[in-house]
């Protein structure tokens, strides 16, 4: 079982920037499929980015495309999310997810991601 911690989240102006991380511990280094999730207040839980770790591909969420980058570092086991020009409606709790995946497979969806980490809270004023 993978642990995952996130850590980063806070308060910030519109307009901001901020970096969350994801920190995997456990079998961390076989999981292949790293992402970022969020839930607003009284919203549903939206899925902001993926990187493949195996290869590096990254997918975004429309909302946040041009704005947040999803990075790995070098030994996979941790994985960040970089937010630029953040808007009060990025406030949310941000969730890592992660799985191990066969090669070629898309990640799962959100429902089926096996490992979460609790979350941490990003708070965007105007």
């Known amino acids: 079982q993978v642990q995952l911690v996130e850590s980063g989240g806070g308060s910030v102006q519109a307009g901001g920037s901020l970096r969350l991380t994801c920190a995997a511990s456990?079998?961390?280094?076989?999981?292949?499929?790293m992402a970022w999730f969020r839930q607003p207040p009284g919203g549903e839980r939206e899925g902001v980015a993926i990187?493949?770790?195996?290869?590096?591909?990254?997918y975004y969420s429309d909302s946040v495309k041009g704005r947040f980058t999803i990075t790995e570092d070098s030994a996979k086991t941790t994985v960040y999310l970089q937010m630029s020009d953040v808007k009060p409606e990025d406030t949310a709790m941000y969730y890592c997810?992660?799985?191990?995946?066969?090669?070629?497979?898309?990640?799962?969806?959100?429902?089926?991601?096996?490992?979460w980490g609790q979350g941490t809270q990003l708070t965007v004023s105007s």
């Open positions: 997810a992660a799985d191990s995946i066969p090669v070629g497979r898309a990640c799962p969806a959100a429902s089926e991601f096996p490992s």
């Open positions: 990187i493949y770790t195996d290869g590096g591909a990254t």
């Open positions: 456990g079998y961390g280094d076989s999981s292949n499929c």
